[in-house]
T-cell receptor
Framework: NAGVTQTPKFQVLKTGQSMTLQCAQD?????MSWYRQDPGMGLRLIHY???????DQGEVPNGYNVSRSTTEDFPLRLLSAAPSQTSVYFC???????????????FGPGTRLTVL | AQSVTQLDSHVSVSEGTPVLLRCNYS??????LFWYVQHPNKGLQLLLK??????LVKGINGFEAEFKKSETSFHLTKPSAHMSDAAEYFC??????????????FGSGTRLSIRP
């Protein structure tokens, strides 16, 4: 299993550009999520999904869109990049027994994004 | 909705002395709780997890945590700190899988420094 994969690993954008961060997992996990990590602020949840066709907003969703057309893929779209979106982005997946809580998350290697 | 608070942004201890990293949580249901560690410029690694079994949970590298429902706490401890423990530690809460209201939330992190 490849686990959780993210592309690209590094990206530099100019203000106003758009782009999509790719995330895929091959573990058949229902739950997928995107976090951003900024110094001193931990990992903040951007968007998450509990299954194909279902997405919801996290703590900091503004400026980002997601879709979940398949169980495997969960892309994150930056609509019009701003310097405040400079961060490290992590994608993660998890699973839960029916009716139970989500178990531990499996993380991708991260994408380091700089917006100039 | 669930939330998690890490009470200390930075903890510094001497090598060989005990470590205590504090975490309080809020949850409407019976949560699962996790501790992750992130070494500098590295990804996230699961230290331990509580999923409604034993309240005292043992993890990797000598760490353990105790789930105290009455205090809504899940503090991380280690009897004797090692230089290699210097890292960022995150407390995480999850609840109720397979619902659009379910999500996994990170605390803001505690940076652990070890003095020689």
């Amino acid at each position: 299993n490849a686990g959780v994969t993210q592309t690209p690993k590094f990206q530099v954008l100019k203000t106003g550009q758009s782009m999509t961060l790719q995330c895929a997992q091959d573990m058949n996990h229902e739950y997928m999520s995107w976090y951003r990590q900024d110094p001193g602020m931990g990992l903040r949840l951007i968007h998450y999904s509990v299954g194909a066709g279902i997405t919801d907003q996290g703590e900091v969703p503004n400026g980002y869109n997601v879709s979940r057309s398949t169980t495997e893929d969960f892309p994150l779209r930056l609509l019009s990049a701003a310097p405040s979106q400079t961060s490290v982005y992590f994608c993660a997946s998890s699973y839960a027994p029916r009716g139970g809580n989500f178990n531990e998350q499996f993380f991708g290697p991260g994408t380091r994004l700089t917006v100039l | 909705a669930q939330s998690v608070t890490q009470l200390d942004s930075h903890v510094s201890v001497s090598e060989g002395t005990p470590v205590l990293l504090r975490c309080n949580y809020s949850s409407s249901y019976s949560p699962s709780l996790f501790w992750y560690v992130q070494h500098p410029n590295k990804g996230l690694q699961l230290l331990l997890k509580y999923t409604s079994a034993a309240t005292l949970v043992k993890g990797i590298n000598g760490f353990e945590a105790e789930f105290k429902k009455s205090e809504t706490s899940f503090h991380l401890t280690k009897p004797s700190a090692h230089m290699s423990d210097a890292a960022e530690y995150f407390c995480v809460v999850s609840e109720v899988g397979y619902s659009s209201a379910s999500k996994i939330i990170f605390g803001s992190g505690t940076r652990l420094s070890i003095r020689p």
